[in-house]
């Protein structure tokens, strides 16, 4: 018979899957030697029967029963006992965790007869009351479905009623009041009395943690996190330790190093007289951890200690949760804990030169769509603000937008692309479908570790939360400051960084990498085959790109180039040309221009290859809009200018004869250069003398020359010819030789598919994958993201959108067929991928997999690219 | 060393590559003792190597002196000898035929002296000098580049002064008079004089010769023709005989059997007192064959004699030339004759019956794009048609078109898309391009074989020739026929079948398919694996297919169904619905429409498949034009009319949100199936009801259900699905089961890399090779092929057009990857072709290759595509 409940000494502390997150915590730390306080957990095949039956598993409460009779025999306490009464926490635990998405329930065992013994026993009837009281709201709203506002309103008036500001100011006759009223509550709106039976109450709160797997909001996050649904709850049994018995009580969490920071040092907040869930709730603002250092100094050395133990045991930053109930530690979980993009890089690389980790590991262990968020930009230092107020910088990275109160606007908004900062006094979990669309978070309630913080670093948002100066008022929709006034639609930013809120939107500034994500990324270098190169089509580009470690330039586009200011007019001369010579004139004139966009280029990346596509777009693209041409045609008309006439009726003319129906599958690429050779060449002339005034400085430009969209060897071969008659006419002009490589893109998938073909002609391919992925799937992507392609993936029919991550079935085996046979055909050549794809870590992984060369994305991706390189290469 | 030249009766008769065409014949001829005069060939080799070398070979001259010395001891007469001169002709003859293109010299050997020497022997000295001035005119135009015209001038001026009409009228005195002026022109045009050494005159003819291979008009020609560059031409030269020495000579041409029609029985012409050329040049109109039975009944038994012995020993229709010399027959040559494809089919029908051939050989005769014109249009019989002339029917097929008058300009126009007919006296290998851009050809002169009836057939134009009647002044450009005048630009119809020429446009019918057509495509059923079915959208599609043979509909588009006048606007309210019950709504109107649609076409094809694709177009082609919208907002704006202002602006704001940038790559196809289900819905409700209704009067109709562009399994399931469900309902509401198929087209890349996912869904796959051609090569078809498609061809970076021949290397390979994954997930999957490529004989062939179950194509194409099925299958 499965077994469906262990003792948390009995547990396997790695066994995740069926202990859960917590539960495993527990077993762990119980086996170590750290003061747990007893319990036993239910594991999650339990609540996958759960769920499957609709009803509890037969004989999974007898084996409740016989857990529940070792623990009190272990305390000598027992559940509902009057003289020594046993108290539970009842708690989820997940295999991934889910902060706050699922029930928990504490001090179940009490009634009014345990609550009396409690009394006796503590000596501290007040704190029996309370904790009665607390029960009963706790337990009414998580395991009977109430509003939990309704005990809220109860307790509210009563604190009005009888005068005092705090709960801690109620007395044992206000707290007999507020629980009779609360019972009355319970039967009024449940039609039943509120249970006294200690075992109903726990069997009771079992099947609402397992209930709890399904509630939306847990549901939202797993779709948002991409858990699997089968997972599953464990349930953790405990029993119950008190932060609440007065000052030399506390409860509090903190992480093993700074979250956000990754700096070594307890990082964590408490409270004193106060229970678990009241830090992470954010309703009153917790101290600093450091604070405890003066407060309770031997629970604080002795928490230091834990940590320190943990962290090593783990060989990870732990997020530890503990209670002191009377002087005395007590530790309710550990985990790994949620850090920031540029936290988890430093602590990975801290821990690995600390030789706790490997190399290899502390590579492993990095999120590469996290670590992206290393590279966003940030305030401008240089930037005047106007600084609103400060809070804590609960999350990092700069953002701004409109600001709006409610997680509904936020997402209506948000979702039609519209900027805004959802402002909330407090986040709860139901607030997550707004936090997902806003720019960021602003709370005034709350801590490091409050809801809004937690879910925004896991998102990547940039939060700021305990902001306390500011005053808001949902009913009014504005918050103030002091006597300034915030009203809804008003524009601010926020830094989680720094935790500072600003009026307007500020100027940002591009990241410096730190010396840990340097040295995280010199590691990764080692270990990937891939050579990351980056797609640039300035020098500046280039330059950043260097800066980032690309080491070449898989792909400039000198289209960017044409349509300059300077340069446009003499673009569409060239274009209107009627004649051969008329386009040579024109191009004459811009064949110094394309000289030194080459030239910056080259010497940016001087060393490394630097791969220049000829012309892709359609002429038309650089022609001015019909509709404009025939509104000034038809002012030139009224004011008779005949020049302006004749001038406007041939573009109109010209404009109309480029018209297509498809330009994506149009008139463009190397279809130009056949038909148009006189423009490649002079592109191509401008790259060689470009490259020949370096090679005269003593640099070292390394050109290869690429031609886009073809599809048949003989295109790449007439236009292999037009470059090497070009090349040889400049290198005698220049007299000195210009070496160079000539290849193509594949982007359609004819060319992947007469790929040994083109092979004999190319000495490099390098994969366009936007385009393939157009041609292969026959989506117009401008069409498809704007049509079917959020239904598409909205009812899975496709799992990705197929432009962020590689299609591997389909774009991905065309890629594949062409790396073989184009390899096959000649065996040096060079093959990469230049395509948006070339930056997404999933895309990578297939390149490396299918042996590709190099992968080229834009500058901010490539350090994310050798890092995922590097992933892709540790997992073979 | 090789050897160049051979005597006839030493040559291989099945050697065409090395003796030519007429070489091998003169050689077979003679081998089987037929009256050949005699003579040696030089081979193509020699040709050739003249060709690389841009001189005669080392040797040859030796070579043909050696030959021309066994000639004259054969023949008892010396080239050059007065007593008893050897004459000889020389002529080209490449190893496929080239009717007209390259250069011949008749009476070579004659000077002052052998003249007289012939004169003397013949008794007969006005032949001889007639011979003579014959000479010269035809070797200063052939060998010395002298201008044909400036001869005929000189010619006519004689003629003019003696005052005689025709050439035969002049006597010994006037030819001597012409000899004297040919001469001097000759000095004076080339400065040098006409040689009088008949060893000079042969080198120099066969110089010429060889030259000709490579004349404007002869490259023109293989390139129309495909014929390849590197052939080269033999040249016969063989001893004169003449049919011009007086009424018992003729000279003349036969087909063995009708080259029009196919019927049996000599078909031909001849002209007494004449050479060669004459009959063929046009000039001179000559007369039929028949009538030779009684003008020389003799020679004419003998000829019935020869032609048939040619005829069996051939197996096929032969085209004779032939002299008689005093009433004895010659032979000059024999070869294949070129015929219309109805004699084509009658011919090989008829020999295949007599036991000549077999049936396999019939097929294999057959040029499936030549057989594709026996389905081109006649004249409507029961049409009024205003006669205005009658001339020979030249070449099948009618046709009508502006008049012109010169060649060119018939290519200029011609190559605009404009129909034009070209009206010339007579035709001569400088009017190709004429021809070729022309929708048919008349002229006033010329019989049956003339030069402009030869090319026509050979093209598949409709010609009439010989029109006397019509009376052509080219320098007014217009033609007189009585009284009545047609000027340039007048539209005229010629129908080449019967040698009418009417004025106007007169309409025209469908052909019927002969007895022997039928037959021969019977014979093809038994031999081809490749099924055949047709593309139609209609019941009346539906019925002509069956009738030509189609065994299903392949391909039944739904989209033209809701372009009629009835329908587009309830289709158009479908589409600007705002709710799904609007949009319902409009459904449901659409749907009894299209039931009555789906009913005629499987009423049909009762028996057969008929394979219904779903809806497949963007929804936009359905709405008015944006700029007609705004325009028509603009009026209903002036006139204040409030509810169209509304209506209006609602279709603009649809219309602008279904704007496409890339239609082809859009919103369309089975992507309207999962956004729009209810569409798909309404279409698989209208089939099966339609079925039902077939079903319950005891016939027997056949339904597959098509999805169009699907890109991954998912898609199909869910179709899938939709369709059973629909499927179910129907079945339940008739009463009635309701078995059809589901299945797809594969259109894009993607589908066909995924085939082996997308057959556990799908019962059949068709290929769309329209669109799949589209995506594989990233081609717009509209756009390609106004823009860039022309220049690849000509410039020979495509070998052809992929949109109208299967590309084999890229879409085929698609093709092959899908069936054979396709297959292997699913083994009794039916897999064709549906595209346009259906009815390409070469696409047919490959798709027998790669083992498709079967074709669609038009329903017009249908016996070709029979036809080039069981041709594909005999070559296996």
């Not at 936020?410 to 039609?416: I, L, S």
């Not at 909330?424 to 709370?443: F, K, S, W, Y």
């Not at 012309?615 to 005949?642: N, Q, S, V, W, Y």
């Not at 056949?674 to 070292?700: C, N, S, T, W």
Request: hydrophobic share 40%; charged share 25%; proline share 5%.
């Amino acid at each position: 018979m499965t077994r469906y409940v262990y003792q948390f000494e009995e547990g396997d502390g790695q066994d995740r899957k069926r202990l859960g997150g917590k539960g495993a915590g527990l077993a762990e730390m119980s086996r170590i030697g750290l003061p747990v306080p007893p319990g036993f957990t239910i594991t999650t095949e339990a609540c996958n029967l759960y769920q499957a039956l609709g009803r509890m598993p037969d004989g999974l409460m007898d084996e409740v029963w016989a857990h529940l009779a070792k623990l009190e025999e272990k305390l000598g306490r027992r559940l509902g006992d009057v003289g020594r009464p046993l108290l539970v926490s009842v708690r989820s635990g997940a295999p991934i965790s889910m902060p706050g998405m699922m029930d928990t329930v504490l001090n179940l065992g009490l009634n009014p007869k345990t609550t009396e013994g409690l009394a006796r026993q503590t000596h501290n009837r007040r704190f029996a009351l309370d904790s009665y009281r607390r029960f009963i709201q706790m337990f009414g709203n998580v395991v009977m479905h109430m509003d939990h506002a309704r005990f809220e309103h109860i307790l509210e008036r009563l604190k009005q009623e009888v005068g005092v500001p705090q709960d801690t100011d109620l007395n044992e006759q206000h707290l007999e009041r507020l629980i009779a009223q609360y019972k009355e509550l319970v039967q009024q709106q449940t039609q039943t009395p509120f249970p006294d039976d200690p075992k109903v109450q726990l069997e009771m709160a079992i099947a609402a943690v397992f209930d709890s797997w399904k509630n939306p909001r847990a549901i939202v996050y797993r779709r948002l996190n991409k858990i699997p649904e089968d997972l599953g709850t464990a349930v953790n049994v405990q029993s119950m330790v008190f932060g609440n018995m007065g000052d030399s009580s506390a409860t509090g969490v903190l992480f093993t190093r700074n979250p956000n920071t990754g700096e070594p040092g307890m990082y964590g907040e408490y409270l004193t007289q106060a229970q678990g869930e009241d830090v992470v709730a954010g309703i009153r603002t917790p101290k600093a951890i450091a604070e405890m250092a003066e407060e309770m100094p031997q629970t604080y050395q002795q928490l230091i200690e834990v940590s320190n133990l943990l962290e090593t045991h783990y060989r990870d930053m732990q997020d530890i949760e503990f209670t002191v109930q009377e002087n005395r530690l007590y530790l309710l979980q550990t985990r790994t804990g949620k850090r920031t993009a540029r936290a988890a890089v430093k602590i990975a690389v801290d821990l690995a030169r600390a030789g706790i980790l490997s190399k290899e590991e502390a590579i492993r262990r990095q999120n590469p769509e996290q670590v992206q968020r290393l590279l966003y930009r940030q305030i401008d230092p240089n930037a005047d603000v106007d600084l609103l107020a400060q809070g804590l910088p609960a999350s990092p990275g700069a953002a701004f937008g409109r600001v709006v109160f409610t997680a509904d606007e936020a997402e209506a908004r948000g979702q039609t692309g519209e900027a805004v900062i959802l402002v909330r006094p407090e986040t709860t979990p139901d607030d997550i479908h707004g936090i997902v669309a806003a720019q960021g978070v602003l709370t005034s309630r709350g801590g490091m570790t409050s809801h809004a913080a937690i879910v925004a670093r896991g998102m990547g948002k940039p939060a700021v939360t305990g902001c306390e100066a500011i005053k808001i008022s949902l009913t009014d929709e504005k918050f103030q400051v002091d006597d300034r006034v915030v009203e809804k639609n008003d524009v601010i930013t926020i830094d989680g960084g720094t935790g500072r809120v600003m009026l307007g939107s500020v100027p940002t500034v591009d990241p410096e990498l730190s010396s840990e994500f340097n040295e995280l990324l010199a590691w990764a270098d080692e270990k990937r085959r891939l050579g990351i190169q980056a797609n640039a089509d300035t020098p500046d580009d280039a330059a950043k790109a260097r800066e980032f470690g690309a080491t070449g330039v898989g792909l400039c586009r000198t289209e960017h180039m044409f349509m300059g200011q300077d340069r446009l007019p003499v673009v569409q001369a060239m274009i209107l040309a009627e004649t051969l010579e008329e386009r040579q004139q024109a191009l004459q004139s811009l064949l110094p221009m394309q000289q030194e966009d080459f030239y910056g280029i080259l010497r940016a990346m001087d060393g490394y290859p630097v791969t220049i596509r000829l012309l892709d777009p359609p002429l038309h693209e650089f022609l001015p809009d019909i509709e404009d041409t025939e509104k000034a045609l038809r002012e030139a008309k009224a004011a008779g200018d005949e020049g302006e006439i004749t001038r406007l009726q041939a573009v109109l003319r010209r404009t109309r004869s480029l018209f297509e129906f498809n330009p994506m599958l149009g008139f463009r690429g190397v279809r130009l250069g056949i038909v148009y050779p006189e423009i490649y060449a002079m592109q191509a002339r401008a790259i060689f003398q470009a490259q020949a005034d370096l090679l005269k400085q003593g640099l070292h430009p390394r050109v290869e020359v690429m031609i886009p969209l073809v599809g048949t060897p003989e295109e790449l071969s007439r236009m292999k010819d037009m470059a090497a008659e070009v090349n040889q006419t400049v290198s005698k002009e220049q007299g000195i030789p210009l070496p160079y490589k000539i290849g193509t893109m594949i982007e359609v998938p004819r060319a992947a598919l007469v790929a040994g073909g083109i092979a004999e002609h190319a000495e490099f391919f390098s994969f366009g994958t936007n385009d393939l992925t157009q041609t292969t799937f026959g989506y117009s992507r401008d069409d498809a993201e704007s049509k079917f392609l959020p239904t598409y993936l909205a009812e899975k029919i496709l799992k990705e959108n197929p432009f962020m991550v590689l299609d591997r079935e389909g774009v991905g085996r065309l890629i594949d067929i062409a790396v073989k046979e184009g390899r096959a055909a000649r065996p040096e050549l060079k093959v990469g991928i230049c395509g948006e794809h070339g930056g997404d870590p999933s895309s990578i992984e297939f390149c490396h997999q299918i042996g590709l060369d190099y992968v080229s994305c834009s500058p901010f991706r490539v350090p994310v690219a050798r890092l995922a390189a590097a992933q892709a290469a540790l997992r073979e």
